[in-house]
């Protein structure tokens, strides 16, 4: 069995603040894990990915994610937020199998202030 | 290069009616996906396709059904639509199955409303 869950389903930071997004993880087998991002009335468009080689990961647009078993997380980072950077977010994991079986997150919505 | 296409982009139908979702990818992807999107319960797997003539059940299969005659196109019926399958519809394609490191590539979105 596999899930994620990500804290917080709404988020605000000021422009040229941090980002975090908050990702944890439950896997029975060794995890892939997957960072997507959503622009409304868009689909889904990978931002990063983690499928056990470096342990921290960098994506498009400034973003980056550390996978840290020993918390079971895998939160999404950015040093500095700009007003692109509004939108949803996704965690999800995968594990090999008979199908790739990609499990989830609820999303977290990301507002970036002025 | 298109990647993904849906149609239609909205549909609002009544219950009880028949309702094809088209799908067609042009990346040559081996295995497809639909999900269905609602508020606070994120993506969840419908049916899934991991290459042209084979197909399996996801997470939330009931009351739909897929077809993949060919590579590229892999469309969505919901028999008799009911209420509860208003929901904004996604389909994704992903270069193989079974991997589990796969990029999944997504369309642009269904968004059908079952009156």
């Known amino acids: 069995a596999q899930s994620v869950t990500q804290l917080g389903s709404h988020v605000s930071v000021s422009e040229g603040a941090l980002v975090l997004l908050r990702c944890n993880y439950s896997s029975s087998v060794p995890p892939y894990l997957f960072w997507y991002v959503q622009y409304p009335n868009q689909g889904l468009q990978l931002l990063l990915k983690y499928t056990s080689a470096a342990t921290l990961v960098k994506g498009i647009n400034g973003f980056e994610a550390e996978f840290k078993k020993s918390e079971t997380s895998f939160h999404l980072t950015k040093p500095s937020a700009h007003m692109s950077d509004a939108a949803e977010y996704f965690c999800a994991v995968s594990h090999s199998g008979g199908y790739q079986k990609v499990t989830f997150g609820t999303g977290t919505k990301l507002q970036v202030i002025p | 290069i298109a990647g993904i296409t849906q149609a239609p982009t909205s549909q609002i139908l009544a219950a009880g009616r028949r309702m094809t979702l088209r799908c067609t990818q042009d990346?040559?992807?081996?295995?497809m996906y639909w999900y269905r999107q609602d508020l606070g319960l994120g993506l969840r797997l419908i049916h899934y396709?991991?290459?042209?003539?084979?197909?399996g059940k996801g997470e939330v299969p009931d009351g739909y059904s897929v077809s993949r005659a060919n590579t590229d196109d892999f469309p969505l019926t919901l028999a008799s639509a009911v209420p509860s399958q208003t929901s904004v519809y996604f389909c994704?394609?992903?270069?193989?199955?079974?991997?589990?490191?796969?990029?999944?590539?997504f369309g642009p979105g269904t968004r059908l409303t079952v009156l």
């Open positions: 994704a394609s992903s270069g193989t199955g079974g991997t589990g490191t796969d990029t999944q590539y």
């Open positions: 396709s991991n290459t042209a003539g084979t197909t």
């Open positions: 990346m040559r992807h081996n295995a």
